[in-house]
């Protein structure tokens, strides 16, 4: 089996190349291409993960970025709120979303509940 670590670019994308045709053509699980490629995707998965790992989106570049895109204001977000005082906490990061603001956010506005959701919130 031919297989190398991945742990530059270089190796990266040999990896890449190695796979594509995989992709068009899988393989049955079990037999030595089958294992060939459940090896490249595990190295190539790993070396992503370390090398270009995916943060979870922040709730409020989220709330900014649809307020930017759909040019809605901080005003509109107070009335979808209920005050002013709240967007701007919320805004500025001195509050965290609650579970009755990200349902009115997801509903109103379209986001999914999933991109709004921080490390905690509180009832």
């Known amino acids: 089996m031919d297989v190398r670590p991945v742990n530059d670019e270089g190796s990266y994308a040999w990896a890449l190349g190695q796979i594509e045709p995989y992709f068009l053509d899988e393989p049955e699980p079990g037999t030595p291409e089958g294992d060939r490629f459940d090896v490249l995707a595990t190295l190539i998965g790993a070396y992503e993960a370390r090398a270009c790992p995916i943060e979870a989106a922040d709730p409020v570049g989220v ?4 307020m930017e895109q759909t ?3 901080q005003a509109d977000l107070a ?3 209920g005050s ?7 805004l500025s990061g001195r509050r965290e979303l609650s579970k009755d603001m990200i349902g009115k956010l997801s509903r109103a506005w379209k986001i999914p ?3 709004l959701l921080g490390a905690s919130v509180p009832a």
């Not at 002013?84 to 919320?90: H, L, N, W, Y």
């Open 84 to 90: 002013r005082p709240r967007a701007s906490e919320v």
């Open 63 to 66: 709330i900014r970025l649809v």
């Open 79 to 81: 009335e979808l709120l």
């Open 71 to 73: 040019g809605r204001t």
């Open 113 to 115: 509940a999933d991109l």
